[in-house]
């Protein structure tokens, strides 16, 4: 057995709880948003009764800061695994089809909380922003990663441009209740990648 296997240990019950909380309230502030999220339909979704709720969390913006927390994780993962799979001059394109993918904009529980939760932002808790800020910078990261001109002066830009114009078009491509504008917003979005070499 090697060491590092053997200091690992399994997460108590209280951690595994915790856990199961936060993947809860994680999928839940994509599904409702941030005020549409319940303490007490939060610990049913997990399988707990919400007096439980105090032995994890000081108060309901803790347990929001570590639910932004992990659905930024797990999208940022989502992006690195995508971007892994494909060949490295595709990555970039492979990760900006899959993220504004008929796939993703029907699935806002499990997609990118970004795009689900932006226009909330401003109004929440500063430690619910600081945690979604920094999986926000997470994904600028991974975009500059496989844009083509990396290195260069103005990646940075590029990067920027490329994570705002993906979030808004899955925004407004979720927000219509018209297939067809739908379908329209994320095929121009798509197509303006294409023009510009990405």
Same mark, same amino acid.
């Given at each position: 057995m090697r060491a590092a296997t053997a200091n690992r240990t399994a997460p108590s019950r209280?951690?595994?709880t915790h856990e199961r909380i936060v993947g809860a309230a994680a999928r839940a502030i994509r599904r409702s948003g941030y005020?549409?999220?319940g303490v007490a339909d939060i610990m049913k979704d997990a399988g707990l009764?919400?007096?439980?709720?105090?032995?994890?969390f000081a108060s309901r913006d803790a347990m929001l800061a570590e639910a932004a927390d992990q659905a930024g994780a797990e999208s940022v993962a989502r992006l690195k695994r995508i971007a892994a799979a494909a060949p490295p001059h595709e990555a970039l394109r492979s990760l900006i089809q899959a993220y504004l993918s008929k796939a993703h !904009?029907? $699935?806002a529980e499990t997609g990118c909380p970004v795009a689900a939760l932006g226009s909330e932002m401003?109004?929440?808790a500063s430690k619910v922003r600081r945690a979604a800020t920094r999986r926000i910078k997470e994904m600028i990261d991974v975009v500059i990663r496989h844009w083509p001109d990396q290195g260069e002066p103005a990646a940075y830009q590029h990067a920027l441009v490329t994570v705002a114009t993906m979030v808004g078009a899955l925004m407004l491509a979720r927000? !219509?209740? $018209?297939p067809k504008l739908s379908e329209a917003m994320r095929q121009a979005a798509a197509k303006y990648f294409d023009t510009t070499g990405t």
């Open positions: 209280k951690e595994a005020n549409g999220t009764t919400h007096g439980g709720f105090y032995a994890h !904009v029907e $699935d401003p109004r929440q927000a !219509v209740d $018209d």
